[in-house]
Each structure stands twice: as structure tokens, then as C-alpha cells.
């Protein structure tokens, strides 16, 4: 009885030492003595299955948080290397695909490419459709862009309406080959709350070389974007080192002319506008030049682009306005047998987007006792046309103040004459590039005559500007035009030089 209850006590012994190195399923069938030592087997096992259960439930919960936390870390990685608005990489984890394509070239193959793109115009449809339209317009570019790379590419957004592509292994003829057909696939309209909306892009590509840094790739796809954007935009230009200068120029500019509008650097000339029967001078167009202390003499072209860009345009239009009104209060006494003599401004279109525009001109001509009849404001055709309803309603603003408004450059956009109609001006400036084949090209004289009289037909004056030669004002006299401005009848020259010429008419 003795050995066998030893013999029981040694397996119970067993039983525990087997629990405790963590096997909770070990058990110990009771004998049936129903003794003591009986009543303690029953009294481990049930404590076992017990034990077993508990460690059960606790292993499953321990598996569901880390299930969660896998699932909240994956979260919190998209979070870090998603745009959310899009879904497409970020600037972080673009710059992680970069050095991954460049480690890949060094090891044998094609570098890759990097394609910098910015919407033309998003900023319109922001203004004007408000935000929700604008994130629509930006989750619609990132499909189209997604449609056009390959699955090895990756399609960033940097903020706002950048985009970044980095495609490895690309030579360069495969980079513009994409870009086209990106540019391409943002050429079909959008419809975002029932409007069609364009979003047409400008892209600037860099190739990778050996040993180039994200950094320096991000920058200079920037800087050719930026050149693409300057030359005509909706274009993909691939990076140069000669646009770097270009850059920098740009930058010396904007860092410069905000001193020069206020230190008296800028000088307005002013181009006489003629009768085209008498050769008298029925008005003059006001245009700017930049007397820079080191550099010369720096014309409207280079300054006038980085003026709009840069915001300085507003600045450099008051004074342009205020140097003008003021000249013409001075020329008054010799115009008084000149009714139609006007100053003509160039109006950027970064001016007549802004409020206010209409009123500090009307302040102007009050504070010199200027008439608003002596006043004519030109705005380019082109720039008119890019700048679809902010561009018309700003110019119906201009109306009231009563001064004149013309279409400047005509014939270089593609506007017809049933929209000139639709606008609120009374004069149309043909640009030069119609005029200077007409001596020679019979089809081109027919042109600008079709135009002089389609522009007359609907009631609208003409001014050709451009006029180079006496041959050409004797043939634009014989085709019925009436007004000329250009190099026949004066370069653009200074107030005195123009008080002279007044002074001799009158
Ligand atoms: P625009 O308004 O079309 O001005 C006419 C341009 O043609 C002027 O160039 C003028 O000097 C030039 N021009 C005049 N006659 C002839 C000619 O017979 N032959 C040739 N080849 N050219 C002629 P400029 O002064 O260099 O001005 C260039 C542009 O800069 C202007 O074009 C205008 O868009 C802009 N601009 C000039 N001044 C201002 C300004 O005060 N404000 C703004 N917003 N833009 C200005
Ligand atoms: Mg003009
Ligand atoms: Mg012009």
C-alpha cells in the first residue's frame, strides 16, 4: 500500500515539475483509491485545465494587439510616404525611389530620370471654382499621370499642383517620350461640378548622372520646369546647365528691381502713335526701360515676365501710371487743340486680376486733374485669352472708369473677332507680325487688310504697330488704316524729346 502510494506521490511529482516547465496539457489519472493523494491529482489537474485555459485566452489576445499594431504601424508608414489627398508617394519617399534607381544605375543600368511637373493655370480654378474643385482637378491629374508609367515608376505629389516621376533605368529619349504623353492625357478637359476645366502642365526633366543627390535632381527638373513654363508653357523641356543662368538671372532681377521701382532706376519712354493721313501724333504708348547701375540699359522683356511672376508688377505698374498721369498734366497746355491724344499703358494681367486696379487709377487722374479720356489702357491678347473669366470680369471693372481699352498684340493668340466683340474695348492693336512681309508678300497685304476691315466692320478702332517703313505706312494708308505706331514715325524716346515733337505740332 505504502509503495504504491510512493510510487503515485513520484508521478504527481512528475506531473508538476512537467506543468511548470510550461506543458499545461500534462495530466495524472486519479487511481480510483479515491484517497488523499487521489483527491490532490484531481485537485492539479482541474488547477491545470485552469491554467491552460487563462494562457489560452492570453495568447490570442496577445496575437490580436499585434496584429493592431502591425496594422497601426502600416498606417502611420502610409501616413509618412503617402500624399493623402492623392495616395501618391511623397516627397520622402520619392526621395527614397531616387537613390534606390541611382544605386541600380551604378550597378550597370540606364540612370534614371526625373520628371518635374506644375498644372498652368491651377491657381485659376482654385480662385474660381473654389478648393474641392481644385483637389478634384489634383486626384484626377494623379490617375492620369499613374495611366501613363510604368509600374517601376513612382508618381509623387510635392504639394500644391507639383508632381514628381522618378522612372529608373530611362535614357532620355524614353523620359520625353512619357512626359508627351503625359502632357498629352492632361489635354482632355475635366469636369469638376459641371464645368470643364483644362489642366495643362509644364514639365522639366533631369537625367541622373553619377553621383548626382536627390537634391540637386529635384532642383534642376525645377529649374527646366520653370523654363518650359517661360517659353510658351504646356511643354516638357529637358534639363541644361545653361538654364541654371537663366535662374540665377531671374533671381538677380526679382532681387533687385523691388529697389530699382523705388531708387529712380526705371525710366518711362514714351512712342508716338500717328495719324496715319496728317502723320500728326495722335497719342503715345508708355513703355518702361530699367537704367540698372551696373548693367546698362535692361528692356521690358527680361524684367516685365519676373515682375508678374514675382508679385513686384503691381508696384511697377503704380508707378508707371502715376509717372504717366503726371507727364500728361504737364503736356496739357499743348493739347488743347489734340482731343484724341491718349497715353496708352500696358496692363499686365497679374494687374487686372487684382482688386483695386480701376481704383488707383481713378486716384491718379484725380490728384493730377487728369481727364480719363487722356488715358488708354492696352492689354495683350494672349494674356487675355489664358486668363479665361478672371480676365474678362476684371477687364468689365475697367469700364467704368471711362478710359479707353484695347486689345494689345492681336493677332498673336487665336481670339476671333465674334469674342473681340463680346469684350468691352474699343480699339484693337494689330501686332507687328502681320505687318512685316506686306510689302513683299501679296497674301500677307491681303491678310492684314481682311482684319483692318473685319476689326472696322464690328465698330472697333485699328491701330498697326511695328511700322518699320514709309512703304509699309503708304500701303497700310491705301488699305484703310487709319492710326500706325512704330520705327517710320519714332522710337520710344523721353518726355522731353516728346515735349519737343508736341511743341512743334502745336
Ligand atoms: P508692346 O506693348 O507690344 O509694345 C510694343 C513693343 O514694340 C515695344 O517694345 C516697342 O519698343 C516695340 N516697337 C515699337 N515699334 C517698333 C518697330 O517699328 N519695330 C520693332 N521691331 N519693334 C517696335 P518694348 O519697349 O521692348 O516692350 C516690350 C513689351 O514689354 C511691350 O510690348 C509690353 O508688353 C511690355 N511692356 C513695356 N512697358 C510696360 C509697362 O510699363 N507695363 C507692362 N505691364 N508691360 C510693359
Ligand atoms: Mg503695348
Ligand atoms: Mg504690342
Given at each position: 500500500m505504502a509503495d504504491q502510494s510512493d510510487a503515485r506521490l513520484d508521478q504527481l511529482v512528475d506531473l508538476i515539475v512537467e506543468l511548470a516547465s510550461g506543458n499545461l496539457s500534462?495530466?495524472?489519472?486519479?487511481?480510483?483509491?479515491?484517497?488523499?493523494?487521489?483527491?490532490?491529482?484531481?485537485?492539479?489537474?482541474?488547477?491545470?485545465?485552469?491554467?491552460?485555459?487563462?494562457?489560452?485566452?492570453?495568447?490570442?489576445?496577445?496575437?490580436?494587439?499585434?496584429?493592431?499594431?502591425?496594422?497601426?504601424?502600416?498606417?502611420?508608414?502610409?501616413?509618412?510616404?503617402?500624399?493623402p489627398l492623392t495616395g501618391l508617394a511623397n516627397r520622402s519617399l520619392l526621395g527614397d525611389r531616387i537613390a534606390q534607381a541611382v544605386a541600380w544605375a551604378e550597378r550597370g543600368a540606364e540612370p534614371p530620370a526625373v520628371l518635374l511637373?506644375?498644372?498652368?493655370?491651377?491657381?485659376?480654378?482654385?480662385?474660381?471654382?473654389?478648393?474641392?474643385?481644385?483637389?478634384?482637378?489634383?486626384?484626377?491629374?494623379?490617375?492620369?499621370?499613374?495611366?501613363?508609367?510604368?509600374?517601376?515608376?513612382?508618381?509623387?505629389?510635392?504639394?500644391g499642383d507639383e508632381f514628381a516621376v522618378v522612372m529608373p533605368d530611362t535614357t532620355a529619349e524614353q523620359a520625353l517620350q512619357?512626359?508627351?504623353?503625359?502632357?498629352?492625357?492632361?489635354?482632355?478637359?475635366?469636369?469638376?461640378?459641371?464645368?470643364?476645366?483644362?489642366?495643362?502642365?509644364?514639365?522639366?526633366?533631369?537625367?541622373?548622372?553619377?553621383?548626382d543627390t536627390t537634391d540637386t535632381l529635384i532642383r534642376d527638373a525645377d529649374t527646366a520646369m520653370y523654363e518650359a513654363k517661360t517659353n510658351g508653357r504646356g511643354r516638357a523641356l529637358l534639363y541644361q546647365p545653361a538654364m541654371h543662368h537663366a535662374v540665377q538671372r531671374r533671381l538677380?532681377?526679382?532681387?533687385?528691381?523691388?529697389?530699382?521701382?523705388?531708387?529712380?532706376?526705371?525710366?518711362?519712354?514714351?512712342?508716338p502713335i500717328?495719324?496715319?493721313?496728317?502723320?500728326?501724333?495722335?497719342?503715345?504708348?508708355?513703355?518702361?526701360?530699367?537704367?540698372?547701375?551696373?548693367?546698362?540699359?535692361?528692356?521690358?522683356?527680361?524684367?516685365?515676365?519676373?515682375?508678374?511672376?514675382?508679385?513686384?508688377?503691381?508696384?511697377?505698374g503704380h508707378w508707371v501710371s502715376e509717372t504717366a498721369i503726371s507727364q500728361?498734366?504737364?503736356?496739357?497746355?499743348?493739347?488743347?487743340?489734340?482731343?484724341?491724344?491718349?497715353?496708352?499703358?500696358?496692363?499686365?494681367?497679374?494687374?487686372?486680376?487684382?482688386?483695386?486696379?480701376?481704383d488707383h487709377l481713378r486716384a491718379t487722374l484725380d490728384l493730377h486733374a487728369v481727364s480719363n479720356r487722356r488715358l488708354a489702357l492696352e492689354i495683350s491678347e494672349t494674356a487675355l485669352m489664358s486668363e479665361d473669366v478672371g480676365g474678362l470680369e476684371a477687364l468689365r471693372g475697367l469700364e467704368s472708369l471711362g478710359t479707353?481699352?484695347?486689345?494689345?498684340?492681336?493677332?498673336?493668340?487665336?481670339?476671333?473677332?465674334?469674342?473681340?466683340?463680346?469684350?468691352?474695348?474699343?480699339?484693337?492693336?494689330?501686332?507687328?507680325?502681320?505687318?512685316?512681309?506686306?510689302t513683299t508678300d501679296p497674301g500677307q497685304r491681303r491678310f492684314i487688310g481682311a482684319v483692318l476691315n473685319l476689326v472696322q466692320s464690328v465698330g472697333l478702332d485699328a491701330v498697326v504697330e511695328g511700322v518699320e517703313t514709309k512703304a509699309q505706312a503708304q500701303l497700310l494708308r491705301e488699305l484703310g488704316c487709319t492710326h500706325a505706331q512704330?520705327?517710320?514715325?519714332?522710337?520710344?524716346?523721353?518726355?522731353?524729346?516728346l515735349t519737343d515733337r508736341l511743341v512743334a505740332q502745336a
Open positions: 500534462a495530466r495524472l489519472e486519479p487511481s480510483g483509491v479515491r484517497d488523499q493523494i487521489d483527491a490532490v491529482i484531481t485537485g492539479i489537474n482541474l488547477l491545470a485545465e485552469e491554467l491552460q485555459d487563462v494562457y489560452g485566452d492570453l495568447e490570442s489576445r496577445v496575437e490580436e494587439r499585434t496584429r493592431m499594431l502591425k496594422q497601426a504601424q502600416a498606417e502611420l508608414e502610409r501616413l509618412a510616404l503617402r500624399d511637373l506644375d498644372l498652368d493655370g491651377f491657381k485659376t480654378i482654385n480662385d474660381s471654382l473654389g478648393h474641392t474643385a481644385g483637389d478634384a482637378v489634383l486626384v484626377e491629374v494623379a490617375r492620369r499621370l499613374t495611366s501613363v508609367m510604368r509600374s517601376m515608376d513612382t508618381v509623387a505629389r510635392l504639394g512619357v512626359a508627351a504623353e503625359a502632357l498629352e492625357v492632361l489635354k482632355e478637359p475635366l469636369t469638376v461640378h459641371g464645368r470643364s476645366v483644362w489642366a495643362l502642365a509644364s514639365i522639366g526633366i533631369r537625367m541622373a548622372e553619377t553621383g538677380r532681377v526679382v532681387s533687385e528691381l523691388g529697389n530699382a521701382i523705388h531708387n529712380g532706376q526705371l525710366r518711362l519712354t514714351y512712342q500717328v495719324r496715319l493721313d496728317t502723320e500728326l501724333i495722335a497719342g503715345v504708348e508708355g513703355l518702361v526701360r530699367w537704367h540698372h547701375p551696373h548693367r546698362g540699359l535692361i528692356m521690358p522683356n527680361e524684367f516685365i515676365p519676373v515682375a508678374e511672376d514675382s508679385g513686384l508688377i503691381i508696384d511697377l500728361i498734366a504737364e503736356w496739357e497746355p499743348l493739347l488743347v487743340d489734340n482731343d484724341e491724344f491718349r497715353v496708352h499703358l500696358n496692363v499686365s494681367p497679374v494687374e487686372l486680376r487684382r482688386p483695386g486696379l480701376s479707353s481699352l484695347e486689345i494689345d498684340d492681336f493677332g498673336t493668340g487665336y481670339s476671333s473677332i465674334a469674342y473681340l466683340r463680346r469684350l468691352p474695348i474699343d480699339t484693337v492693336k494689330l501686332d507687328r507680325s502681320l505687318v512685316t512681309d506686306i512704330g520705327h517710320a514715325f519714332g522710337r520710344p524716346m523721353s518726355a522731353a524729346k
